[in-house]
């Protein structure tokens, strides 16, 4: 969770946590505000916080498909760590036993996965760089 909060602080947006009912979370851009549903489990609040910050990252106003593909995106290079993912990926076939060893949503996995394969296709991707850690 120490990541988030420092992109809380880092991107100046409020939290609000309520009962949303069935939405986990929302970013309000005008009002710099994320509400928060405060039923979700650790990962998954965690996870939801990470993808408004997504959001609040890249100014979106307004819920397009191509808005939630750059969060989810923005949320899965922010959890998941380069070296983790190969160490996992040659232990584990399944998203969801990577995402449990890391602490994240198979949703984030897979979206790092998809990250990955468009990345590792274009010109001037560095993979030393990328692994890292
Ligand atoms: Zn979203």
């Not at 036993?97 to 198979?106: D, K, N, R, Y």
Request: proline fraction near 4%; aromatic fraction near 10%.
């Amino acid at each position: 969770m120490l990541e988030a909060w420092r992109w809380v602080e880092a991107l100046g947006v409020r939290i609000v946590d309520g009962n949303l009912g069935e939405l986990n979370g929302a970013y309000l851009h005008d009002h710099r505000t994320i509400l928060m549903d405060l039923n979700l489990a650790p990962v998954q609040y965690h996870s939801t916080l990470m993808h408004e910050l997504g959001h609040a990252f890249h100014d979106h106003d307004r819920t397009t498909p191509r808005n939630e593909w750059e969060a989810s995106q923005w949320v899965a290079r922010a959890l998941i760590r380069g070296c983790e993912y190969e160490a996992l990926i040659k232990v584990f076939e399944c998203p969801q036993s990577i995402a449990f060893e890391m602490g994240v949503l198979p949703r984030d996995v897979v979206n790092y996965q998809q990250w990955r394969e468009t990345v590792v296709r274009s010109p001037g991707w560095s993979e030393s760089a990328e692994n890292s850690c």
